[in-house]
């Protein structure tokens, strides 16, 4: 499927810029190896086309390491910083996780670190499996794996469950928004709620800086972040579903194929 290595490519040339793309290819892999469209890109008599499937993800890590690997050797230790530096980075106020603010009041920072540093990408990787099955019950049913409803419903799983969520993660799901078709309520909810928690973080770390109440739950500052870390967590585990059953705002402007005439003969 040309179309599909395309968008390999895209998503490849996507993870040069931010590791999260990658996580895409997962679901467009599963897409061309039940035949894309209603199936018909399968090859003759085949139920499954896992040639087409490992094309596609070869595609995209190739892709990723030819961008990436003149800067791994040019400057292997500028290349890893910034992985080196999300291994390190610790959960605490300025992650606006929900893994901070479960468990902080009740367990030492230590012991809060280890158990997220192994909690996070489990369960991460849990939601991915679980929005790849359901896009599999829904394949049953329909006759095309929703790769892209799987892909918003992924996304939610990550911004949900990693031990870190900046503001600028907003940015990431604006695109589902546009390619799938879901009701403005929940577009508004969840704006609402990283509104609060933008404006909440930024003035809560003035109210820091310049001396002012900063416990973890004082003054308006602090609540404004609570409200939006967990009504921005509601929201994503509701969105997860919501993605899965959405339709996309796109159509397959392929015609189907003709159905054969009657060649019965002629009386």
């Not at 040339?13 to 399968?42: D, H, M, Q, S």
């Not at 595609?59 to 390190?88: D, H, Y």
């Not at 879901?182 to 928690?197: E, H, Q, S, T």
């Not at 900063?214 to 500052?221: E, K, M, P, Q, T």
Request: glycine share 8%.
């Amino acid at each position: 499927m040309d179309r599909a290595v395309v968008a390999a490519v895209l998503l490849g040339i996507g993870f040069a810029f931010k590791v999260y793309p990658a996580i895409f290819v997962l679901p467009l892999c599963l897409y061309v190896l039940t035949g894309g469209p209603g199936g018909r890109e399968l090859p003759a008599g085949r139920r499954y086309d896992p040639v087409g499937a490992t094309r596609v993800a070869l595609v995209a890590v190739l892709t990723a390491v030819v961008i990436n690997l003149p800067f791994a050797v040019a400057g292997p230790e500028g290349w890893r910083a910034s992985f080196t530096f999300q291994g390190l980075r610790r959960v605490d106020i300025t992650t606006n996780s929900v893994w901070f603010w479960s468990m902080r009041p009740f367990i030492a920072d230590e012991t809060m670190q280890s158990v997220v540093s192994v909690l996070s990408p489990v369960t991460v990787l849990l939601s991915f499996a679980l929005a790849c099955l359901l896009g599999r019950r829904r394949h049953l049913v329909e006759g095309t794996y929703p790769w892209v409803p799987v892909s918003a419903a992924m996304l939610c799983g990550f911004l949900l469950l990693h031990k870190v969520h900046s503001p600028q993660y907003t940015l990431w799901l604006v695109p589902m928004f546009v390619l799938l078709r879901v009701n403005w309520g929940w577009v508004a909810a969840y704006f609402a709620a990283d509104l609060a928690m933008g404006i909440g973080i930024f003035r809560w770390y003035h109210a820091i800086e310049s001396g002012q109440p900063s416990g973890i739950y004082d003054g308006f500052a602090a609540q404004a972040v609570v409200i939006g870390v967990w009504g921005r967590a509601v929201l994503l585990a509701a969105l997860f579903l919501v993605f899965l059953r959405a339709e996309v705002t796109f159509t397959d402007r392929r015609r189907p194929p003709e159905p054969a005439g009657d060649v019965s003969p002629r009386a």
